[in-house]
């Protein structure tokens, strides 16, 4: 009986130095692959990655306007659409809440209309000053749809803790329960909401970015859940420790896209829960967003070797994609509200210029 206890216990022993070594081992591959984990991650990613099918879009389809006098020494523009498709308006993008308004531009021919149009207020700013209720001391403006008066709210019950709350119609509909904010690797609540939370087109959906999580409110089921997680390496950057996750919303309500340079652009259909990818991060490409047509992905694509930005179109499968333009740097690309047309801010030899493709023409399949 003492002899077969003391071979087993031999046993265990041997199996647990085993595995202790195997343990030492990973942890050594896993510090001498660490320099390379990102190149090994694109390697991996490009496995799965659908294969693109490059094609050329006519510049017939093209509109350049220079901004004079190199906008007045603003570092930052931003643009945004008139409801009809038809007006494109320039502004100083350094505040979100009063932006001075530089031009308005007609879209169809590049003409400069000297006289500001009256565009509708957009962002929380706008918003705050419709809201069918009044917001609590610590209460914020998380997201609102006007068209059906559906409003997102937090509210900050302790430090670091927000009370997330539906209202419809003015009425609280549900408060959930609180997520956390960490400071330092979370964006600012206010921020968050501002530059990384949207509602999909038909008001169903609305996307928060927390703590590198996907979380999605369904309004029509007064739910709020985490949906995805970003992905990250094994050993996280500091400057980018997981994916971007701002979604960008197809036309359909459906499915978003999201993703930027270090790991690769995907699609995520929130009925079916499919994540595809679309471009790998090979590419460098970040900020991308659906066309209305629902046709085209718009991308903003960095080139290391010559530091020069492309905007660049890709079909949602991923299978088809062209090359627009090359600019020194790239701001703000905006789709139309009506048409498949595009326009963007594009930095060249220290001038800038509004540029606008249309792409109406052109088939997605």
Not at 10 to 16: C, G, H
Not at 39 to 44: K, L, P
Not at 49 to 70: C, D, G, K, L
Not at 321 to 349: G, H, K, M, N
Request: glycine letters at 6%; one cysteine or more.
């Amino acid at each position: 009986m003492l002899l077969y206890l003391e071979t087993t216990m031999t046993k265990y022993v041997k199996i647990l130095g085993l595995l202790a070594v195997i343990s030492i081992c990973l942890i050594f591959a896993s510090i001498l692959l660490l320099p390379f984990q990102s190149e090994i991650y694109q390697t991996v990613v490009a496995i799965f990655s659908p294969t693109h099918h490059t094609f050329q879009v006519q510049n017939s389809q093209r509109i350049e306007v220079q901004i004079q006098p190199n906008a007045d020494g603003i570092e930052w523009l931003g643009l945004r659409w008139s409801e009809n498709g038809k007006l494109i308006e320039v502004y100083d993008s350094r505040s979100q809440i009063y932006a001075e308004n530089l031009l308005t531009i007609n879209a169809e021919n590049g003409v400069t209309d000297g006289v500001i149009k009256t565009f509708k207020q957009g962002g929380i700013s706008g918003l705050t000053k419709t809201l069918p209720f009044t917001l609590d001391d610590k209460e914020i403006l998380w997201g609102g749809c006007l068209s059906k008066n559906i409003f997102f709210t937090g509210e900050e019950i302790t430090f670091g803790h927000w009370e997330p709350r539906l209202r419809k119609d003015g009425q609280l509909i549900k408060s959930f329960q609180p997520i956390e904010y960490y400071p330092g690797r979370d964006p600012d609540p206010i921020g968050l909401i501002l530059e990384f939370s949207n509602f999909s087109p038909d008001c169903r959906y609305f996307t928060m970015n927390i703590s590198g999580q996907l979380w999605i409110l369904d309004t029509s089921e007064n739910s709020f859940n985490p949906s995805i997680s970003a992905r990250q390496l094994l050993w996280p950057d500091f400057d980018y420790p997981h994916q971007s996750m701002e979604a960008g919303w197809s036309p359909s309500s459906n499915e978003f896209v999201f993703g930027d340079g270090i790991f690769g652009i995907e699609t995520y259909n929130s009925e079916t829960h499919k994540r595809s990818w679309v471009l790998e991060p090979s590419f460098k490409g970040f900020n991308p967003d659906w066309s209305n047509s629902g046709k085209w992905i718009s991308v903003v694509v960095k080139y290391s070797q010559n530091n020069q930005f492309k905007v660049i179109i890709i079909s949602p499968t991923g299978n088809k994609i062209s090359t627009l333009e090359t600019c020194d740097y790239i701001e703000t690309p905006a789709w139309s509200p009506v048409d498949d047309q595009i326009a963007f801010i594009c930095s060249r030899d220290e001038q800038k210029y509004l540029v606008i493709w249309d792409l109406s023409h052109i088939d997605g399949n």
